[in-house]
């Protein structure tokens, strides 16, 4: 590219392929979306207004579900949704551990013990031959992830979940806008989750979302979004208007009206954004199969990624280096990159927990390797050619 691939390294004093960095990760906002905003704001209602349910049905009918709750952030509907679920102290809960501490942390809010099961070396998806072996007579429920966009074996997933009665929460904060043989992801679960984290394929600047066709878990959603707070419409006829009820130990879990408004004009861009997110990883998988030190996640047949990330593996026996020292390569020339995911019982919260490293070894090796680049709808064509030459750049430099 440009003769700049035998250019010095930035790292070693060479000048970088950007000047200044470009981030993994980022929202788009545009005119109508800030037009929306200020609307709400001269409306009467800041936060729970009628712009809290016209998101919500917006974003049901998209993900092909019948209800959507909406909250305040993907880890409040993380922890509704294991709530919902019954999952109480001393239930075990299988989840992933190549994914956002989120995930599991939700399960010890509701005094759940989380139980990891190792994923698949080519999807980093939680691998279903690994569930079975963790089931015990205290699993109550499953947390899938679909790990950078891509589905995981949900199939696979629901069967299990079928055979010995467990609740499916997938945590879907990567995948909004994907689906799975031919079904979007959100009509797949018991229950599904979203993020609208600005990284995250369309954004509220914080919030999640649960969607689900049961009307029970629909109800205890809502529920323990207002403090577990429920208005009885008989009980308030004979009690007076004032009647209220607290009826299990909720939160305040609810999101603005204001942020609902910039939720319902992303909504509308959800398919452009995933579309350009396809584009540009379809771009990035052209060229680096050519290159031999590096390989991308691979994608199953059956599914659609929407590309929430974009992970490469290093090759390191073919590399003169390791990971980190191409991490920090490519940072050197203006390429935000980052890691996804430490796993997640190294973090010294867990192995305060008792969890201890070797727990799931494909998981562990696979983390050594990985280096998600930037991906997100807002870059430019010159972006993408910047992150394939600074790749291309290091991996020269550090080629055996
Ligand atoms: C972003 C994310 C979450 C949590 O979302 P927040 O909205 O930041 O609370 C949960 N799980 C995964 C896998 C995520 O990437």
């Known amino acids: 590219m440009n003769g700049a691939a035998d250019a010095k390294l930035a790292i070693h004093g060479g000048s970088p392929v950007r ?44 993900v092909g ?49 989380p139980v990891f099961a190792d994923v698949e070396a080519d999807t980093l998806n939680i691998d279903p031959l690994r569930i079975k072996e963790k089931l015990s007579d205290r699993t109550k429920a499953i947390i899938p992830v679909d790990f950078a966009g891509q589905p995981a074996a949900m199939e696979e997933v629901t069967s299990i979940a079928n055979e010995h009665d467990l609740v499916i929460i997938e945590d879907a904060a990567h995948s909004l806008g994907a689906s799975y043989k031919g079904s979007p992801v959100g009509s797949l679960s018991t229950m599904t989750i979203f993020s609208t984290h600005p990284v995250k394929h369309i954004t ?20 323990f979004r207002t403090h577990g707070i429920s208005v009885d419409a008989n009980e308030r006829e004979r009690a007076g208007d004032w009647f209220y009820e607290m009826k299990d130990l909720g939160f305040n879990y609810r999101i603005p009206d204001i942020l609902c408004a910039l939720g319902i004009s992303q909504l509308g861009k959800l398919e452009r954004f995933v579309e350009r997110r396809r584009e540009i990883a379809s771009r990035y998988d052209e060229f680096f199969s050519r290159i031999n030190e590096i390989e991308p996640l691979r994608q199953r047949p ?32 203006g390429i935000g990159v980052n890691v996804h995911y430490i796993p997640l019982y190294w973090h010294p919260y867990y192995q305060s927990l008792g969890y201890t490293r070797g727990l799931c070894p494909v998981a562990e ?23 394939i030459c600074a790749v291309e750049k290091v991996v020269r430099a550090y080629r055996k």
């Open 204 to 223: 509220t600047g914080e919030g999640g979302m649960v969607v689900t066709d049961n009307d029970e878990y629909a109800h205890r959603l809502r529920v």
């Open 365 to 387: 090796s696979q983390y050594r390797k990985i280096i998600s680049l930037p991906l997100w709808a807002g870059m430019s064509d010159k972006d993408v050619e910047d992150v």
């Open 19 to 62: 000047p200044e960095s470009l981030p993994y990760g980022h929202q788009v906002i545009e005119e109508d979306d800030i037009q929306n905003v200020v609307d709400a704001l001269r409306g009467f209602f800041l936060t729970t207004g009628p712009l809290v349910s016209e998101y919500e049905r917006a974003f049901a009918k998209k």
């Open 302 to 333: 059956d599914r659609e990624s929407s590309f929430h990330l974009y992970v490469i593996r290093l090759k390191e026996e073919l590399l003169t280096v390791g990971r980190k020292e191409v991490f920090k390569a490519l940072k050197a020339e």
């Open 65 to 113: 579900a019948r209800h959507a709750v909406a909250l305040n952030s993907g880890t409040a509907a993380l922890h509704a949704a294991v709530f919902a679920a019954g999952v109480g102290p001393g239930d075990e809960v299988i989840t992933t551990p190549i994914t956002f501490v989120a995930s599991s942390n939700c399960i010890l809010y509701c005094g759940g013990v």
